[in-house]
């Protein structure tokens, strides 16, 4: 007897956590798979969410989210990028930013919605535009990874709704600069698109490079949804707290949603991150964090470009660097991530887990190996792809 509904027979499971699932409890594995920081969490902030528990802030809290958080993240809005965000209207916290997508498709995505996805992507999107009944349109890449903007306009037609950005990019690192972003913003203005803005990397860019808010872009505010997390900016993956800003009118039928499904994000982790934001600590963190990966992408980038066969671009955002492959023995990035991990256990992601057409990438994680584990990663690889040579 099956009560499989015929929505989910599509759905296929996450290869990521199959990865990750795989190499658990095998020793002397080294995981770039899984893209969380293995920096841990900043001391003021576990002693902010202990005193939230002993303080008693374990109730049910407004479902748009905790009051003073709200209030902090449009702040943050203004300070950084001087947009205005209502807090009480156009503000909302959410389990993660996973969870804030997916309440946004769900509202906003009818069957048969055409959905502009790059290609690559974050692997989450394509299923969530699924889940709510859309279908992807995959935005070809350039290749430096930025979106191809002339190829995206021919994509467009009646039954395109939104597009969905991400910069910097999950799975590639990329950033496209401001003037690209607004003709990416100026596609949408004229077919009249909905954009969802995943800005969960913003404050991992390099060399100097700065985060554009394409909420700040002319012509943007009114049809953008900006999606973030603490999880990457305060390496709390766990506690699953994401959070999302836009107009009053984009906003309202999302918290009805929300509100349903989740009632609130965890009330003791949005007191505890009220109270951390704008602190010291929180400041130092950020800058201690963005520098490390700096540090690792410079190390890591250099150690794939030292290799045989690998070419890899320098990325310039984000804590992921995307190797292309196709000049090895093993010229697939699924035969690679499977040769790396059998041969050499290092588990890496294939390209084809976000994206079509991916297939000669693998995606490497330097936000969860330190600069040790980096060298020792090269090295196996080396090792692995001479040995074949051999063979
Ligand atoms: C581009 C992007 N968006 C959103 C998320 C989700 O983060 P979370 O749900 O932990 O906030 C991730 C996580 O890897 C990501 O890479």
Known sequence: MSFHSEKMQKIKPSGI???????????????????????????????????????????YDQSPGNPKLRKMITRKYKEEYGV??????????????????????????QNGDEVLIQDPSFLTYPHQVQLAGGKTVWMPSTNDFKIDIEKTKDLVNEKTKMMILNFPSNPTGAI???KELKALVDIAVDHNLMIISDE???????????????GAIDGAYERTLTANSFSKTFAIPGWRIGFGVSTAEIMKPMLGYHAYVIANATTPAQVALA???????????????????????????????SIEGIKCHNSSGSFYCYPDISETKYSTGEEFSNKSFEEARVVLVPGTEFGPSQTNYIRASFGSVNMAKIEDVIHRLTRMLEHSKGK
């Open 17 to 59: 956590r199959e990865l990750f699932a795989k190499a658990q409890g095998i020793p002397d594995t080294i995981s770039l798979g899984i893209g969380a920081p293995d920096i841990h969490t900043p001391d003021g902030l576990k002693k902010a969410i202990s005193d939230a528990v002993n303080f008693n802030f374990n109730n």
């Open 84 to 109: 205005d965000y209502n807090s009480e209207e156009g503000t909302i916290v959410t389990c993660g930013g996973v969870q804030l997508v997916y309440i946004a498709l769900q509202t906003y995505i």
């Open 176 to 178: 496209m600069k401001k």
């Open 200 to 214: 969960v990397y913003e404050y991992y860019t390099f060399n100097d490079k700065k985060h554009v808010h394409i």
């Open 275 to 305: 109270n951390f934001m704008d602190t010291e600590e929180a400041g130092e963190f950020q800058t201690f964090i963005k520098n490390e990966f700096q540090q690792r992408r410079d190390a890591i980038v250099k150690g794939f470009n």
